[in-house]
């Protein structure tokens, strides 16, 4: 596989649940990124990782929790979501600092009831 | 704080004729510029991007146009097709001054191309 895969591709899960969703890029990047799209909103940064290292967390609730085992993987824990957690959770990856574009992933549509 | 606006959130355009997008940008420190086209269930995908030291850069149907002095750039779609009708999203990074690459997004602006 290339580029960046993200499962599951739908989600569905109530508000006491505990879910996990998986970012995996064969692109040989460094840096990795999970955005948040809602509706009528600019893409939200969440949590970037570079060399596996997080270095930024946009105030993110901890209610999302992220895991990057290695470079080529990225997670996102989910657990007590709110039905406004509801979006489309994209995963990027980019080769690392210096003006590079993203590559996404095709995104998790969550639907928290 | 939005650094990056997109404003007038959707066009309609007949296939033949030109797209116009327009982007503004408030950080100074931008110094490369993006737009990711995204299809409904798909995530973005890299269009055309163009650095701060040019004024424009073209590829096939589509060309970037920047204005550094008003922070303006604006994307040309010319001439349109039906597969454009996508969101398409404008970005901005400082990767060169700030040492990474961080981008930021607008809001995104949905085109639908007339048959």
């Known amino acids: 596989e290339t580029g960046v895969t993200q499962t599951p591709r739908h989600l569905v899960m109530g508000m006491t649940n505990k879910k996990s969703l998986k970012c995996e890029q064969h692109?040989?990047?460094?840096?990795m990124y999970w955005y948040k799209q809602s509706a009528k909103k600019p893409l939200e940064l969440m949590f970037v990782y570079n060399f596996k290292e997080q270095t930024e967390n946009n105030s993110v609730p901890s209610r999302f929790s992220p895991e990057c085992p290695n470079s080529s993987h990225l997670f996102l824990h989910l657990h007590t979501l709110q039905p406004e957690d509801s979006a489309l959770y994209l995963c990027?990856?980019?080769?690392?600092?210096?003006?590079?574009?993203?590559?996404f992933g095709s995104g998790t549509r969550l639907t928290v009831v | 704080d939005q650094q990056v606006k997109q404003n007038s959130p959707s066009l309609s355009v007949q296939e033949g004729r030109i797209s116009i997008l327009n982007c503004d940008y408030t950080n100074s420190m931008f110094d490369y510029f993006l737009w990711y086209k995204k299809y409904p269930a798909e995530g973005p995908t890299f269009l055309i991007s163009?650095?701060?030291?040019?004024d424009k850069n073209e590829d096939g149907r589509f060309t970037v146009f920047l204005n550094k002095s008003a922070k303006h750039l604006s994307l040309h779609i010319v001439p349109s097709q039906p597969g454009d009708s996508a969101v398409y999203f404008c970005?901005?990074?400082?990767?060169?001054?700030?040492?990474?690459?961080?981008?930021?997004f607008g809001k995104g602006n949905q085109v639908v191309v007339i048959p």
């Open positions: 970005a901005a990074s400082a990767g060169l001054y700030y040492g990474n690459n961080r981008l930021a």
């Open positions: 990027a990856s980019s080769p690392g600092a210096g003006n590079y574009g993203y590559t």
């Open positions: 163009i650095s701060s030291i040019k």
């Open positions: 692109l040989g990047h460094n840096a």
